[in-house]
């Protein structure tokens, strides 16, 4: 079974969890270890000959070091590109934080060192009017990795995050500052200063913003990005 399991999450959407989650997956891959990766729910996903893709899992399967079929990166796959709870209930499909940890306890039991499963959006993004994703990370007790995006607002929504997570009784093992637009914020260094100073967990690197560039593959992109980053800390519960 993978002997290492951490939740990834973000401050909100759109902050470059798949990138972050490939370039640990890279790192680890250099480190030698066997990796797996893991997106419960994909919203936006396109159809293709072999049913619906979401390009974020595809990255997943392609970084991971094991092999695994797209259906287990991505048991539960929904086209329209929106909150996963409209998206579910658009396609009549019900979910649960007890089905999704379900699917996660089945790769967890694959043999391997570091399995990454990467939420959706942020910490409290809704799966049914009683439950959000948060309840997941909590059914599995596993530790948390944060990814920060570096824009305004950013140290009011990862300290929200941060406090969050630790009153869930969850580890934030780590940070990720993450900058996802590609003119820098103002005062980035300031702002990295504070969320060092306040978040109460490692920073695990700061990202810069990776400009897109035709033909460049996901695992081409993961070891770039892995080149600023640092793996959490296996040693603790």
């Not at 401050?11 to 798949?18: N, P, S």
């Not at 770039?224 to 980053?229: D, F, G, S, V, Y």
Request: a negative charge; one cysteine or more.
């Amino acid at each position: 079974m993978a002997k290492h399991t951490f939740f990834i999450t973000g401050t909100d959407t759109g902050v470059g969890k798949t990138t972050i989650s490939c370039g640990l997956l890279s790192l680890a891959n250099s480190a030698g270890l066997r990796t797996l990766a893991m997106k419960p729910i994909a919203s936006g996903c396109e159809q293709t000959a072999d049913g619906l893709r979401n390009d974020d899992a595809l990255a997943l399967q392609a970084c991971a070091s094991e092999p695994l079929s797209y259906e287990r990166i991505n048991p539960i796959a929904m086209a329209p590109a929106i909150a996963p709870h409209v998206a579910a209930r658009q396609a009549g499909k019900s979910l649960s934080a007890d089905r999704l940890a379900g699917f996660c306890r089945g790769l967890m039991m694959v043999p391997g060192d570091l399995l990454l499963i990467e939420g959706a959006g942020g910490w409290r993004v809704p799966l049914n009017e009683r439950e959000t994703y948060a309840d997941v990370p909590k059914a599995l007790g596993v530790p948390v990795i944060l990814v920060v995006g570096l824009r305004l607002g950013a140290i009011n929504q990862a300290l929200l995050s941060a406090e969050a997570i630790a009153r869930d009784g969850l580890r934030l093992a780590g940070w990720v500052a993450n900058q996802v637009e590609d003119t820098p914020m103002e005062a980035m260094a300031d702002t990295l200063e504070y969320l060092r100073g306040h978040m109460g967990a490692p920073c695990l690197g700061h990202v810069p913003y990776l400009a897109p560039e035709p033909g460049r593959s996901a695992v081409a992109e993961a070891a770039l990005c892995a080149r600023h980053l640092a793996l959490p800390d296996h040693n603790k519960p």
